[in-house]
């Protein structure tokens, strides 16, 4: 069955959403099917503007390329959000690490919802394989997906959706449930819970064993 | 002075906005500045859905390389105007004959706002170069600006955003007034006035008695 979903990632100048600010979000909606098929519908990037007196710290730049200067002029962060979220509507919303980015959105616009339909594709690589390393780089590596220039928002994007179309189908034809389930572990405890979502826990060591 | 701009188009299945409908938005944010300075902050392209029923005449489709099906699973038109209008926030809007356009935007929410920051490119064109065809293609063919792919929404704001940082410049250096003036002609008749516009009326033929 084909389906519409949003696939979505952001930068952010650090990892808590409560005092850490968007300084970027790109997403792509598209029609997902079998076979890895992709038709794209539309696509979305936007720089973020942080609040005044708000700097990308150094190490941050480092990482994605993204410096304050480039925030000049850009939308705050409630437009932003509020335009991809508009973007996405009723489609299923899908990220890498879909907790952290969500936390952002709804940290941004102060409410979560109550009803989500998502899916999450580091919670799906841990539950396809849960003895690999279920980061986007070595995901995508493990899967043949090109993955160029990390950590800009539509590079990670791109990599995303074509991820979320090869595990959807590894995930469906091993009966593996993946809708609006989040993965935690002591390795690496869940920070958000997105409202409505299944958590499992998987320990590697534990699931290597059992496996 | 550097200002911030969005440049938007739409496509849409006819040109009135009472019983047409958009097909497609894009957009582009960006810093524009002297000397034709362009730095883009984000951009925005996505297929709109249809009305039930509704299709995209075989002539539009030949126009712009549109079809109804690759519609499928967009976003409903009040949603992509609400995340383009987000988008653009407190920037400048530019469009290529802005009050058409806008007529659809504003259309589609059922309001039209008090106070507009805008800039049509037709409308600048025909106080810049008056004895000339206003239209997108031979305007940019006249500045050197490529235009690949016309009535695609995407190649046509990108034509638009060069278009505009270029006669923006010449129309200051003319003291040439461009900032919310449309131009009406009875060749062209204003079919939608943006509140807050200022109409200025220009005949092609008196124009150039007088000039």
């Excluded at 098929?37 to 696509?43: A, D, F, H, S, T």
């Excluded at 952002?104 to 989500?116: A, H, K, S, T």
């Excluded at 090109?146 to 189908?169: C, F, K, P, S, W």
Aim: charged residues 25%; aromatic residues 8%; negative net charge.
């Amino acid at each position: 069955m084909n389906e519409i979903v949003t696939v979505f990632d952001i930068e952010s100048t650090g990892l808590d959403p409560l005092t850490d600010h968007i300084t970027e979000i790109a997403a792509i909606r598209a029609e997902v099917g079998p076979g890895g098929y992709i038709r794209e519908i539309g696509r979305f990037q936007t720089y973020v503007a942080l609040p005044p007196g708000v700097e990308i710290p150094p190490k941050i730049t480092e990482l994605t390329g993204i410096k304050t200067e480039d925030l000049r002029g850009a939308p705050d962060a409630y437009c932003a959000v509020n335009a991809v979220l508009a973007f996405a509507g009723w489609s299923r919303r899908v990220a890498h690490n879909y907790p952290f980015d969500i936390s952002f959105l709804f940290g941004v616009r102060g409410i979560g919802e109550d009803e989500e339909d998502f899916a999450c594709t580091r919670a799906m690589s841990r539950l396809v394989d849960p003895d690999e390393n279920a980061s986007l780089a070595p995901t995508c590596e493990r899967y043949g997906i090109a993955l160029n220039g990390h950590h800009r928002a539509m590079n990670d994007v791109e990599a995303t959706l074509q991820l979320y179309a090869i595990l959807r189908e590894k995930a469906e034809v091993s009966g593996i449930t993946y809708r609006n389930v989040v993965v935690d572990s002591a390795e690496r405890p869940l920070t958000y819970t997105p409202p409505g979502a299944i958590v499992r826990t998987l320990e590697r060591k534990q699931t290597k064993e059992v496996a």
